[in-house]
């Protein structure tokens, strides 16, 4: 890639040795309130594996309707069709969450804001298949899958709920509208985690919203609200008991995009929807994630905590988005090579990496496209 308009990022993963330690020292202090919690393992399913790959990329975070969006330029897709493109044979393209933002403008108007980047995407001639996993901005994406699910169930007389999940699909109502007639390249959509082989390497994908589970003031006994109420029908924490808290607070956001001055925070009354989003996070009035800007190890401490409860099996590299700061870190603990992706927006300081993409295959490579 790096000979396609490209120049390859030198992220460390290394870290002095006393980081290390004082790393590892937290993670298993928070591993150890967690657990004090949930006195015994969640019984998460291991993710289907989505088969052998020799070479994925990972793009996440373009925020298609935020007013500081890139890949809405022609020269910006060019560019990235460019390095996408000029990688050979790519077995996975993986789209890691908030490809759109449904909390900045409503969902048809940043749905369309992606039709030019979709279509290029769609006709990669190196591309074997695409894959979409849903992050917190564009959560909608789910709820669409989800409400469909549960419809379908409905009017046939099921009573039980669909799983909170979604198993691979090529059932994608948000990407299935921007796809061309003459696509080369399907897609499918999974949701909360994506796991692929890259020439032997487990490879455990998420877009990271869900690590603000694992943040220490959510499990101490004192400050608990959140805790109590995903734990208050059993003793375990699943992808299911996080779904079930975060979709209706994501889905608020979602509907109040679409009440004019709302998002621009024009109408005070609705900034109650955000201080409802601080028990997730959310940087005081903004629809930001607290996480924003963070670091890999600034998050290694609650991708430790993650990874223990919910994985026995470790991956050997977990990527994630979320928090725009492109970065990779050998975790202490777990030795798992925590990644992550970065973001394509307009609105960051120039000290740190935009435009960027992760590339697994013979190495990792942390890239950034210029534009």
């Known amino acids: ?34 657990t004090s919690r949930v006195p015994r393992r969640a019984a998460t399913r291991k993710p289907p594996d989505a088969g052998p790959a020799e070479r994925v990329v990972i793009i996440s975070d373009t925020h298609l309707g935020d007013a500081h969006e890139v890949l809405t330029s022609a020269r910006a897709i060019g560019a990235l069709v460019e390095a996408i493109g000029g990688s050979g044979p790519v077995d996975e393209l993986i789209l890691l969450g908030d490809i759109f933002d449904f909390w900045q403008s409503p969902v048809n108007e940043a749905v369309a804001r992606g039709r030019d980047l979709m279509s290029a995407l769609y006709m990669l001639e190196n591309v074997r298949r695409m894959v979409y996993v849903p992050g917190n901005h564009d959560h909608h994406a789910f709820r669409l899958y989800y409400e469909e699910q549960l419809a379908r169930r409905l009017r046939e007389g099921v009573e039980d709920l669909p799983e ?38 487990n490879v455990l994908m998420t877009h990271g919203h869900l690590l603000g589970f694992f943040e220490r003031s959510l499990w101490r006994p004192r400050h608990s609200v959140v805790t109590s109420l995903l734990l208050n ?30 998002a621009s925070g024009g109408y005070r009354v609705y900034r109650l929807i955000s201080r409802t989003g601080k028990l997730l996070g959310m940087k005081g009035d903004s629809r930001a994630s607290a996480y924003r800007n963070t670091t890999v190890e600034e998050n290694a401490v609650e991708i430790e905590a993650l990874l223990d409860q919910l994985y026995p099996t470790k991956p050997d590299y977990f ?48 890239i950034t496209v210029e534009i």
């Open 1 to 34: 890639m790096a000979g396609h308009g490209t120049r390859l990022q030198q992220v460390s993963e290394r870290y002095p040795l006393e980081a290390s330690r004082r790393i590892a020292r937290e993670a298993r202090r928070r591993i150890e309130l967690v």
């Open 164 to 201: 909170l999940a979604i198993p691979m699909t090529t059932d994608c109502p948000i990407m299935e509208s921007l796809r061309p007639p003459d696509a080369r390249v399907p897609l499918s959509m999974v949701y909360p985690v994506h796991q692929v082989t890259v020439r032997g390497k």
């Open 233 to 262: 029908k059993n003793e375990t924490l699943g992808l299911e008991d996080m779904e079930r808290f975060v979709s209706p607070i994501y889905e608020m956001f979602t509907l109040s995009a679409m009440v004019p001055g709302v």
């Open 319 to 366: 990527v994630y988005g979320h928090t725009h700061r492109v970065g990779r870190l050998m975790l202490p603990i777990s030795g798992v090579t925590a990644i992550n992706s970065g973001c394509w927006l307009s609105d960051g300081d120039d000290t740190h990496p935009r435009n960027t993409l992760v590339e697994i295959s013979k190495s990792l490579n942390m």
